[in-house]
């Protein structure tokens, strides 16, 4: 196995193992400093865990960070696919980023394969062969946590997301399963720190629930001021603004929230413990479900050269589509338009000694797909 990791800002590189020839060059582009960083961190983490433990010497992974920045990321993969020659992209967590590259990577005959951003653009109209998600459809987990909203007989919500392509996936796949009112709208910016004027909407706009869509620093914040606030409303959101780092930094204030998740450590199933066992072991924290993502692309990536090699694109598009790998989810197929067909759980927030984290206390949504396969003519 060979990887190699760029570090942009020192225009260094370094060689950490290897030096065969790989019959797999696989690019990874993702988030490695600045607010997102952990997201980034943990992506990267699992699916080079997933590479290790398959200990094949024919895999190369070039590892880049993007700075959370869509320009720097066009660079990065220009640079990947024109000079690095990598056969496939990775590993951006943004939306914004993603609708930066990918369409160009697939414009320029790469298969790009998502470990998490997964726009509405790209499942429908934008669609492409070349082009997978493994994560899920952007707007999964918020339709899971309308679902819940509604059965849970909430029925004036206050919803808030960043205005940006999965902020806006978000409160679109919120209100298509939540049937109840909606006390207030908002689009924050994103990268956000200070909430003040939004809880204090909140405060004034009569609801009796809040959902929000804040991952990374954004969700910290939030849900630190929030908690600061006096405000007494319950809240639901998505995995995404309760992820392990986040739980860690908010503390108390998160106990009991239900939030909404395609994955959870305590998933009942032999590859799911294996994996949890192993990332905890190997990094020395609980893995989030961004590292999940990121050890199943890799898992899938490497299934796939089982059955053909990368150079012939169509068998290759092919070995991806059947996806005959050991998900730490379990059961996992994908859709017609190369999204998962995957089942979404309510976790609720709970402490297990001195460490925050997530419970599985029901299933929201059995063998959900997404609501754009009708609009992709691939």
């Known amino acids: 196995m060979a990887i190699r990791t760029h570090l942009a800002a020192a225009a260094a590189l370094a060689v950490l193992a290897g030096g065969a020839q790989a019959d797999m060059k696989i690019g990874m582009i993702t988030t490695l400093s600045g607010g997102g960083a952990s997201l980034g961190i943990d992506t990267r983490d699992g699916f080079m865990l997933a590479v290790e433990q398959a200990g094949r010497d024919d895999v190369e992974v070039v590892i880049d960070d993007d700075q959370r920045k869509p320009d720097v990321a066009v660079q990065i993969a220009d640079r990947m696919i024109q000079s690095e020659k990598v056969d496939v992209l990775t590993g951006i967590v943004w939306s914004n980023l993603a609708m930066a590259v990918v369409p160009s990577a697939n ?121 600061d606030s006096g405000v007494d409303l319950p809240v639901v959101g998505p995995a995404f603004s309760f992820d392990q780092a986040i739980l860690q930094a908010v503390g108390d204030a998160a106990l009991e929230v239900k939030n909404t998740s395609t994955w959870s450590k305590d998933l009942d199933n032999a590859a799911n413990a294996a994996f949890v066992a192993a990332f905890e072991e190997a990094y020395g924290r609980l893995p989030s479900i961004y590292a999940a993502q990121g050890y199943d692309t890799a898992n899938l990536l490497l299934s796939a050269t089982q059955k053909a090699d990368v150079s012939d694109k169509a068998a290759f598009r092919a070995a991806l589509a059947e996806a005959d790998f050991d998900s730490v989810r379990g059961k996992f197929s994908f859709a017609s338009n190369n999204h998962p067909v995957q089942d979404i759980y309510v976790r609720e927030v709970i402490k297990e000694g001195d460490i925050y984290t997530n419970k599985i206390v029901s299933t929201a949504m059995t063998d959900r797909d997404n609501a754009y396969m009708q609009e992709c003519r691939m």
Do not use: W
Not at 112 to 122: D, G, H, R
Not at 168 to 196: H, I
Not at 203 to 223: C, H, K, N, Q
């Open 107 to 227: 414009a320029q005959g790469l298969v790009y394969v998502s470990t998490n951003a997964a726009p509405a653009q790209l499942a429908g109209a934008g669609c492409s062969p070349d082009y997978f998600s493994v994560s899920y459809q952007n707007d999964n987990l918020h339709e899971a946590a309308g679902a819940y909203a509604a059965g849970a007989g909430f029925d004036n919500m206050f919803i808030m997301a960043p205005n940006y392509p999965a902020g806006q996936d978000s409160l679109n796949g919120f209100k298509r399963f939540y049937d109840g009112g909606l006390a207030g709208e908002v689009y924050t910016e994103l990268g956000q720190t200070d909430y003040a004027a939004e809880i204090a909407q909140i405060r004034a706009s009569g609801a009796d629930g809040v959902f929000f869509f804040l991952p990374g620093g954004m969700g910290i914040s939030f849900l630190k001021q929030y908690a």
